[in-house]
């Protein structure tokens, strides 16, 4: 390239120097023609005597040097001015100059011309001398120049651009720093978040809503993983319907999406899965499938759920894929993810332990206190009726005086089994003092609630209890209280009328069950 540029412009230096010189040739030659003839006119008109007394009548040569002037020849008239020939005898180029001389003198009067003669070689030798130095001049310091000037435009050009590029790059790093940056802080109040969250599905929300901001995606859906049956037990989803993360989830790609990235590490990009998997009709999205990532998430080693992303939008509004920071970011909200999940179900398990009896695993005295509460509330929203039973096991202390305490601890563990077992899968039952216990019923009447009472009542007294001594017949006393929207309660007050209950049956023989007065024929004051 640069031989090449610098050849042209030697070329054209070159071309220019010969068209120069061919230009001040002609000049040179014209001037040389004109200062001739005008010479040959002043020697004609200074021989104008000399020819007239010459004896010539024809052509033939007149000694002019003896003035100072060229040789010329005499001729016969011919036209005033100058031409460039081939002289015929020597064969060299001259210039031949013309002037016409009338010698009035002569009798009879001539008409002559004069011709001067003069090589045309010997007058551009000095020029042709002087063009053959300029040209080694030329040589020697223009071409040089032309290079060193080409390798200066070729270092500025280099130069320039590795600058530019330079500029580029830091401009890419600067954009790239910014969106690590902001991600960062994305990541940082995920995290926060997260750790906010006090129960599962306002955790999930929290994970939906900041992988859906932080990618740009069109739909986020999470999926609960039952890791025995591969399966998900629950989904969870943004900017979609559940149903529409279960069909999601059921997709054609090589076995299925949760197969897909279990094999794959965890991990699945996908630029356009439409073109992938081919054209899904899907109920409820409008459009074709494009781009897709999905993210396995872990907790305590296993995978829990996945999180599927899809349809990456741009800040244009146009639709385009997902990056390696996006993949970086879910991976490091993954990780939150799962650390959460495990400080939750610890969180869970250590409130559960912290409301479960020691001995029995029911409920304890005072987190029978908080559901009794809890399910009034309900009850009294939901204008549903809501009864308590109140239970003691009877003669307890002969037992434990008797057998010692760790048959008592057998027998209190096995009327809690049998309460726990007596009851509906929606009772609450709790063990609120040493061998009493309270059962919560949603929903129940007065019927209904003599119903469950006399059932846990046979299911202690109707079998005997298998201990280390022996069989034990343990009986039980129960006291019921109810309330309804007709006759409504407070928590302690519904307390203290099952335990009045309770108070009866023992002193009328124990084994037995008695009901409250409803509420409305009680006076009851809390203050007293």
């Given at each position: 390239?640069?031989?090449?540029?610098?050849?042209?412009?030697?070329?054209?230096?070159?071309?220019?120097?010969?068209?120069g010189a061919c230009t001040l040739e002609r000049r040179l030659v014209t001037a040389?023609?004109?200062?001739?003839?005008?010479?040959?006119?002043?020697?004609?008109?200074?021989?104008?005597?000399?020819?007239?007394?010459?004896?010539?009548?024809?052509?033939?040569?007149?000694?002019?040097?003896?003035?100072?002037?060229?040789?010329?020849?005499?001729?016969?008239?011919?036209?005033?001015?100058?031409?460039?020939?081939?002289?015929?005898?020597?064969?060299?180029?001259?210039?031949?100059?013309?002037?016409?001389?009338?010698?009035?003198?002569?009798?009879?009067?001539?008409?002559?011309?004069?011709?001067?003669?003069?090589?045309?070689?010997?007058?551009?030798?000095?020029?042709?001398?002087?063009?053959?130095?300029?040209?080694?001049?030329?040589?020697?310091?223009?071409?040089?120049?032309?290079?060193?000037?080409?390798?200066?435009?070729?270092?500025?050009?280099?130069?320039?651009?590795?600058?530019?590029?330079?500029?580029?790059?830091?401009?890419?790093?600067?954009?790239?720093?910014?969106?690590?940056?902001?991600?960062?802080?994305?990541?940082?109040?995920?995290?926060?978040?997260?750790?906010?969250?006090?129960?599962?599905?306002?955790?999930?929300?929290?994970?939906?809503?900041?992988?859906?901001?932080?990618?740009?995606?069109?739909?986020?859906?999470?999926?609960?993983?039952?890791?025995?049956?591969?399966?998900?037990?629950?989904?969870?989803?943004?900017?979609?319907?559940?149903?529409?993360?279960?069909?999601?989830?059921?997709?054609?790609?090589?076995?299925?999406?949760?197969?897909?990235?279990?094999?794959?590490?965890?991990?699945?990009?996908?630029?356009?899965?439409?073109?992938?998997?081919?054209?899904?009709?899907?109920?409820?999205?409008?459009?074709?499938?494009?781009?897709?990532?999905?993210?396995?998430?872990?907790?305590?080693?296993?995978?829990?759920?996945?999180?599927?992303?899809?349809?990456?939008?741009?800040?244009?509004?146009?639709?385009?894929?997902?990056?390696?920071?996006?993949?970086?970011?879910?991976?490091?909200?993954?990780?939150q993810f799962g650390v959460s999940v495990e400080n939750l179900q610890l969180l869970?398990?250590?409130?559960?332990?912290?409301?479960?009896?020691?001995?029995?695993?029911?409920?304890?005295?005072?987190?029978?206190?908080?559901?009794?509460?809890?399910?009034?509330?309900?009850?009294?929203?939901?204008?549903?009726?809501?009864?308590?039973?109140?239970?003691?096991?009877?003669?307890?202390?002969?037992?434990?005086?008797?057998?010692?305490?760790?048959?008592?601890?057998?027998?209190?563990?096995?009327?809690?089994?049998?309460?726990?077992?007596?009851?509906?899968?929606?009772?609450?039952?709790?063990?609120?003092?040493?061998?009493?216990?309270?059962?919560?019923?949603?929903?129940?009447?007065?019927?209904?609630?003599?119903?469950?009472?006399?059932?846990?009542?046979?299911?202690?007294?109707?079998?005997?209890?298998?201990?280390?001594?022996?069989?034990?017949?343990?009986?039980?006393?129960?006291?019921?209280?109810?309330?309804?929207?007709?006759?409504?309660?407070?928590?302690?007050?519904?307390?203290?009328?099952?335990?009045?209950?309770?108070?009866?049956?023992?002193?009328?023989?124990?084994?037995?069950?008695?009901?409250?007065?409803?509420?409305?024929?009680?006076?009851?004051?809390?203050?007293?």
């Amino acid at each position: 390239m640069a031989a090449s540029l610098v050849g042209v412009i030697s070329l054209v230096i070159i071309t220019f120097i010969g068209w120069g010189a061919c230009t001040l040739e002609r000049r040179l030659v014209t001037a040389t023609g004109h200062s001739l003839v005008q010479a040959a006119t002043d020697s004609a008109n200074k021989l104008e005597l000399m020819i007239a007394d010459s004896t010539l009548r024809e052509e033939g040569t007149i000694n002019l040097k003896a003035i100072g002037l060229p040789s010329a020849n005499l001729t016969e008239i011919s036209e005033r001015g100058f031409i460039e020939e081939q002289h015929l005898r020597r064969d060299a180029p001259v210039i031949t100059a013309y002037a016409h001389v009338t010698v009035r003198q002569a009798q009879p009067p001539l008409r002559w011309g004069i011709l001067i003669r003069v090589d045309r070689d010997s007058i551009l030798t000095r020029v042709r001398t002087f063009l053959q130095t300029l040209m080694i001049i030329t040589v020697l310091i223009i071409v040089p120049l032309c290079l060193l000037l080409i390798w200066l435009v070729k270092r500025v050009h280099y130069e320039w651009g590795l600058a530019e590029h330079e500029s580029l790059r830091a401009s890419k790093a600067e954009a790239a720093l910014s969106s690590r940056a902001e991600a960062l802080h994305a990541v940082v109040i995920a995290a926060n978040d997260f750790a906010a969250a006090t129960e599962l599905d306002g955790l999930i929300q929290h994970m939906l809503h900041h992988a859906k901001t932080i990618t740009g995606s069109r739909y986020a859906i999470l999926g609960m993983l039952d890791d025995r049956v591969r399966t998900f037990t629950r989904v969870h989803a943004i900017g979609c319907e559940e149903r529409i993360g279960q069909a999601i989830s059921r997709v054609p790609l090589s076995g299925g999406l949760l197969h897909c990235l279990t094999a794959r590490n965890g991990v699945l990009r996908i630029a356009d899965l439409a073109r992938e998997i081919g054209e899904v009709d899907i109920e409820g999205i409008p459009h074709s499938l494009g781009s897709f990532l999905g993210l396995s998430l872990r907790c305590h080693g296993r995978i829990c759920a996945q999180l599927y992303l899809m349809d990456k939008v741009s800040e244009k509004g146009n639709r385009t894929a997902f990056t390696d920071l996006d993949e970086h970011v879910l991976l490091a909200l993954a990780a939150q993810f799962g650390v959460s999940v495990e400080n939750l179900q610890l969180l869970l398990e250590a409130k559960a332990q912290a409301q479960q009896d020691s001995l029995t695993g029911l409920l304890n005295h005072s987190a029978s206190l908080e559901a009794l509460s809890r399910e009034l509330s309900r009850a009294a929203r939901e204008h549903e009726p809501l009864a308590i039973i109140m239970a003691d096991i009877d003669h307890f202390k002969r037992v434990n005086d008797t057998y010692g305490h760790v048959i008592g601890d057998c027998v209190i563990r096995e009327t809690a089994r049998r309460i726990q077992e007596t009851a509906r899968r929606y009772d609450l039952v709790g063990r609120i003092g040493g061998e009493e216990f309270l059962v919560i019923l949603p929903g129940c009447g007065e019927v209904a609630a003599a119903e469950i009472a006399e059932r846990i009542r046979y299911a202690i007294a109707g079998d005997s209890f298998d201990t280390q001594t022996g069989p034990l017949s343990i009986t039980l006393s129960l006291g019921v209280a109810t309330c309804s929207k007709e006759n409504p309660a407070f928590s302690q007050l519904l307390w203290q009328l099952a335990d009045q209950a309770l108070y009866r049956v023992k002193k009328n023989g124990r084994n037995g069950i008695e009901f409250a007065a409803p509420p409305r024929h009680i006076h009851y004051d809390p203050a007293a």
